[in-house]
């Protein structure tokens, strides 16, 4: 099944107004609370820290709590809502849980509302010592809207006993990705196992049992993968951010690096950028890394004109046990108008990353323009709703700024597409953004010194 994993190298940019590099310090970060159920892996802990919003939900229930798995089409990003018992790729038989009985069927309730051409499925798989032995994949065609829950019973092929099985379901055909539609869900609850004496069960099988996990984004930035960390071994200030190298749970190679980018991050991986006019600059900043095999962090910085590359650089990041200073020169080049920076625990290519490599970085800033020159509060200032949104964006501020504020809306290739003043607000007001076209956008609210950044999705 396809699993929103983004491994091409990541890219960061600056703001305009100052050349600054946005919460360079990492003081400034956001705690995203989601809810995962027990003893089931879901893609929440990709998405929601990369969009903000959990796709994977707890619903109520035929019976106590259920699973709602949601597709979302966001500009060029397709989050494909699946769930499964086992880490890893479910498809090629990775993993599962110990089973020893031979059931005739899989019964259950339902909800669904699926896209004319889109399909839901339910997987399953069992295995006999390490080999899969039998396969069952039942399809709910897009047929419309089941809006009560509904009982269902699907029956297995098995023909011998098993000593491992894997479920797993999706919201949308994500095997071969057609017809795979915005908006189409699929619930689930109940799932059992049936047959003659018939006892076991995979765990947590009614999806009653959840725990509320969180995510640390640090403020103006956007992640990848799931080693980002707010470390509290800083080189100055409170924090610094952590990317260490991690497993999806998969076989031994699946290790993955981890980044951090001021741009955003697709399926296709990472783009876009922020205003940077300029013909030269210098990026400095302090690092450490621990290396626990052949691995060396990186960085990699792109200046663009009118979308196109006209200077870059790359940065490598060897082992080091304490904090230490680098400068990277940025050009000369001709007039930019934007610039991407890429920050991963492993230099390209990632092939032969080792489970724990980390890079360490703080204090990031531009020599034109030193930390310090606005009261920044990133993502911390302010909440958004909805998220994603179809028209109308609340923004709700943490934080008192009277008089007027200055609020402007950036796409993801950092290009203003509204700007607005509004009188004297208050902490609470909305932004009609109807007419933007589905993607990932971010928006600014300026008040004196006082700078304000968020992002939403519009659908």
């Known amino acids: 099944m396809k699993k929103l994993i983004l491994l091409s190298f990541i890219s960061f940019s600056f703001a305009a107004q100052g050349q600054t590099v946005l919460n360079g310090g990492f003081e400034s970060w956001t705690s995203i609370p989601f809810d995962e159920p027990n003893n089931w892996y879901s893609p929440n802990w990709q998405v929601v820290p990369q969009f903000g919003f959990a796709i994977d939900t707890k619903v109520t229930g035929f019976s106590n709590s259920a699973l709602r798995m949601q597709t979302y089409i ?107 539609q915005n908006g189409s869900f699929l619930e689930l609850d109940q799932l059992v196992f049936t047959g003659s004496g018939i006892t076991q069960q995979v765990p947590n099988n009614t999806f009653d049992t959840w725990t509320t996990q969180t995510v640390d984004i640090p403020g103006s930035w956007d992640v990848s993968g799931l080693g980002i960390s707010k470390s509290t071994s800083a080189y100055a200030g409170s924090f610094a951010v952590k990317l260490e190298n991690y497993s999806d749970g998969g076989s ?112 990031l800033q531009l020599k034109s323009s030193p930390l310090g020159i606005n009261k920044l509060f990133g993502e911390n200032g302010s909440s958004v709703y909805p998220n994603p949104t179809a028209g109308i964006l609340t923004v709700a501020l943490k934080v008192n700024l009277p008089g007027d504020m200055n609020v402007s809306i950036y796409d993801a290739l950092g290009k203003q597409v509204k700007n607005l003043v509004l009188t004297d607000p208050g902490a609470l007001f909305q932004v009609p953004v109807e007419e933007l076209s589905p993607g990932i956008y971010f928006y600014e609210v300026r008040n004196g010194d006082t700078v304000i950044r968020n992002k939403f999705v519009k659908q």
């Open 252 to 363: 031994g190679n699946n290790v993955w690096p981890a980044g951090i980018t001021n741009g955003y991050y697709g399926n296709n991986g990472s783009y876009g950028g922020r205003p940077f006019v300029s013909t030269k600059d210098t990026l400095t900043g302090y690092y450490k890394y621990t290396n626990l095999g052949a691995d060396t962090g990186g960085v990699y910085i792109d200046v663009r004109k009118n979308g196109n590359s006209i200077w870059g650089t790359s940065y490598d990041f060897p082992a080091k046990a304490t904090y230490t200073y680098f400068s990277i020169p940025l050009g000369p080049f001709g007039t930019s108008d934007s610039i991407r920076i890429d920050f991963a625990s492993r230099k390209w290519p990632f092939n032969n990353c080792t489970l724990g490599s980390a890079l360490w970085i703080d204090n």
């Open 74 to 180: 966001v500009g060029q990003d397709t989050l494909g809502a699946y769930i499964t018992n086992t880490p890893g790729d479910p498809i090629s038989g990775k993993g599962g849980v110990p089973y020893s009985q031979k059931p005739t069927a899989l019964s259950g309730y339902y909800r669904y509302s699926l896209g004319t051409t889109d399909t839901a499925l339910i997987l399953v798989i069992f295995k006999k010592n390490g080999s899969i032995i039998n396969t069952d994949l039942f399809k709910i065609r897009g047929t419309g809207t089941q809006s009560a829950w509904t009982s269902f019973s699907y029956n297995l092929t098995l023909g011998s006993n098993p000593d491992t099985v894997i479920l797993a379901a999706a919201a949308s055909n994500l095997i071969n990705n057609i017809g795979v």
